[in-house]
């Protein structure tokens, strides 16, 4: 199966058929169980792209998924989503016995004329990359696997003017507790986040520090993500539980730090200071100084003098 030729799954449907389960009860919305699937995913390397939104809580898993150009190995209960048209690669070395767990699937037609069809992009976990996914308690599991049967049993029953509604408030119960155990997630994984702090100060120092600075100018969040190997969105949600700042926030900070150096410790003027911090106008670092401290460059300047 080539890299560059994944299979498009345009319908919930589409799914059903390619992993050999029975017809769905509904075509827009879907709860399946991993051990119930009679067609499993083939020895080597499958690629999927999805035009429809998933969650997934998997254990006990004999195979490897690629996400972007990594590669994860899950051994444990952990829950992943995914927005519609983000590409998945499973790679399964040999064929073995499905893993456990469910997914839910959630078309973008189901959610119209509702405002979960706006709301649901504020959720940044749909593009986590796979190896942020959330690694759910047992207490976490069983809130999840709840909720999904309620929303199971409601589409399964007669569905009515009501219907609708009900499940959209089950899967914004489902996603607002995926944010809570995501924030969970980052206050309990405290050697992880320990040393992602610690990465990002060295990076931010040897960039400034280095020629990347005058080359490219100042760092960008994507950059930050890139040398981190993490998504923008995860990077973001994580800076924001441990201080409270934003991405932009914690590189603003940095520049001011390394301003305050260079004007009480060297003699280079404003405009050297500025360029060698990466900005192409000396008024822009003027005005990002004072905003930050509330007095000029200059200004803070004469109080060493």
């Avoid at 050297?272 to 100084?289: R, V």
């Amino acid at each position: 199966m080539s890299d560059n030729k994944p299979i498009r799954i345009k319908t919930i449907s589409d799914f059903h058929k390619l992993r050999g389960l029975p017809g769905s009860k509904h075509p827009l919305i879907s709860v399946i169980n991993y051990e119930d699937m009679t067609e499993q995913a083939k020895v080597g390397k499958q690629s999927l792209l999805f035009d429809f939104y998933t969650i997934s809580v998997k254990r006990d898993m004999d195979h490897k998924y690629r996400y972007g150009q990594n590669e994860y190995d899950f051994n444990e209960g952990v829950m992943f989503c995914m927005a519609p048209h983000q590409v998945l690669s499973v790679i399964r070395e040999e064929q073995g016995k499905n893993p456990s767990g469910w997914m839910l699937m959630i078309h973008p037609d189901f959610l119209w004329n509702t405002a979960l069809s706006t709301s649901i992009k504020r959720y940044e976990f749909f593009d986590y990359s796979v190896n942020e996914a959330l690694f759910l308690s047992e207490d976490e599991e069983f809130k999840m696997k709840q909720i999904i049967e309620n929303i199971k049993q409601e589409y399964q029953s007669h569905i009515d003017q009501f219907s609708q509604n009900i499940i959209i408030s089950q899967l914004e119960t489902l996603f607002n507790y995926s944010e809570r155990f995501y924030q969970r997630q980052f206050i309990t994984r405290k050697k992880a986040s320990h040393q992602f702090l610690e990465q990002l100060e060295i990076f931010l120092n040897e960039y400034f520090e280095g020629e990347h600075i005058l080359r490219n100018g100042l760092p960008t969040v994507q950059l930050l993500s890139e040398k981190l190997n993490m998504s923008t969105q995860y990077m973001r949600g994580l800076l924001k539980s441990l201080t409270g700042q934003t991405t932009q926030q914690i590189i603003h900070e940095k520049v001011i730090e390394k301003a305050k150096e260079r004007l009480s410790t060297t003699e280079l003027t404003i405009s050297e200071i500025a360029y060698e911090l990466g900005f192409e106008h000396s008024q822009s670092f003027n005005k990002l100084f004072k905003a930050k401290t509330n007095i000029s460059p200059m200004e803070f300047r004469k109080s060493f003098n």
